[in-house]
Nanobody, 118 residues
Framework: QVHVAESGGGLVQAGGSLRLSCAAS??????????AGWYRQPPGKQRELVAR???????NYADSVKGRFTISRDHLWKKVYHQMNDVKPEDTAVYYC??????????WGQGTQVTVSS
């Protein structure tokens, strides 16, 4: 059994910062993790990729968050972090953590709500 859980969401004022955490546990440590990502789903819109980090620690970001958000991870993929700086009202969304394995598919958390007030 694999469990992925996000935390750290909440209400923040525009221009402020927030740090999301993703904790992976269970059988996922028997699988070869190749990448992890943060996705978000704004109200009434589709889920979109925000940031991704690979096993080589290569990162890529959506254009809308470049220079403001940073994804990082620990050595064993137990934790994946998402530092959000200079947040904007359009960053309001449910944020999801995704863990991608080489042979056993992807695993998702339940999501954490981030609300940015103007």
């Amino acid at each position: 059994q694999v469990h992925v859980a996000e935390s750290g969401g909440g209400l923040v004022q525009a221009g402020g910062s927030l740090r999301l955490s993703c904790a992976a546990s269970g059988d996922i440590f028997r699988f070869a993790v190749v990448a992890a990502g943060w996705y978000r789903q704004p109200p009434g819109k589709q889920r979109e990729l925000v940031a991704r980090i690979t096993i080589a620690r290569t990162t890529n970001y959506a254009d809308s968050v470049k220079g403001r958000f940073t994804i990082s991870r620990d050595h064993l993929w137990k934790k994946v972090y998402h530092q959000m700086n200079d947040v904007k009202p359009e960053d309001t969304a449910v944020y999801y953590c995704n863990i991608q394995t080489r042979d056993h598919g992807d695993y998702w958390g339940q999501g954490t709500q981030v609300t940015v007030s103007s």
